[in-house]
């Protein structure tokens, strides 16, 4: 079985390739366990435990001896429906703290200006943090870099942005997917201006909203986050030019 798979439901690399094992397998100790999935033994019985936790893993002692099973996977669902509950929960408990959080952090004399995000997850940070936008996002965009990198988060973010009343611009490479992004602009709130690939090719991506200025290249997983209105207005200023100028292009195109 594909860990992979497992993993998208919230267990970690081990916990997916434990409970993956097991499924093939019939009642079994912790030995025959970790040799299979390939970890040590005492890793092993940590993960086996926190499985049985889950619900997604039961044990029989046998001569003294915990032979493990997996559970019908039915109780999948159940534990991620257990999980969005309790996740859930830690929203509302996290909303009625923001206040005081808030007043902390605004008692921070110099906030850091200059952010860098590494990985996977530091890209997603800097997309998630632009679901907090006050003002209308100016983007440069290569919507191929987005389908590869993610096309499932990206189809999902769209959405939320467009749930909160966040409208976007964005000047864009012509690819096979900015015809298909262009369709839904509508719906999802969006204005584009798609250039030919000769007159522009812009592989990172770059937002600016409110006093913030992202540049993120999905390519190598690596992004800066620069904090200032100066710059925001300039880079703002910036894209007003490139905007009309864009729009010249797509009427000669049109």
């Known amino acids: 079985m594909d860990t992979q798979t497992l993993k998208q439901f919230g267990l970690s690399d081990k916990e997916a390739a434990v409970y993956a094992v097991l499924l093939t397998m019939g009642p079994s100790v ?94 997603i940070a800097m997309y998630e943090d632009s679901l907090t936008s006050r003002t209308e996002i100016l983007s440069w965009l290569d919507t191929n870099q987005t389908a590869e990198f993610d096309e499932e988060y990206f189809r999902q973010y769209y959405k939320r942005r467009a749930a909160k009343d966040i409208h976007i611009k964005g000047i864009v490479n012509e690819g096979p997917y900015s015809r298909v992004t262009e369709e839904r602009n509508k719906e999802e709130k969006r204005e584009l201006r798609i250039i030919p690939q000769e007159l522009m090719n812009v592989v990172p991506e770059s937002y600016i909203y409110d006093n913030k200025v992202s540049f993120m290249s999905l390519k190598e997983k690596f992004g800066v986050m620069i904090e200032s209105k100066d710059i925001a207005e300039a880079q703002r200023a910036i894209y007003k030019l490139a905007w009309r100028a864009a729009t010249e292009i797509a009427k000669e195109k049109s």
């Open 30 to 123: 912790v030995s025959e366990i970790a040799s299979r999935s390939k970890i040590n033994r005492t890793t092993a019985y940590d993960i086996l435990e926190s499985l049985v936790g889950y619900g997604l893993v039961s044990y029989v002692s046998e001569k003294k001896k915990k032979h493990y099973v997996a559970e019908n996977p039915d109780l999948l669902v159940s534990y991620l429906e257990k999980k969005s509950k309790e996740f859930s929960q830690k929203a509302e408990e996290a909303k009625n703290i923001l206040p005081e959080l808030k007043s902390a952090y605004n008692l921070i004399p110099q906030k850091p200006k200059v952010k860098y995000y590494e990985g996977e997850e530091g890209i």
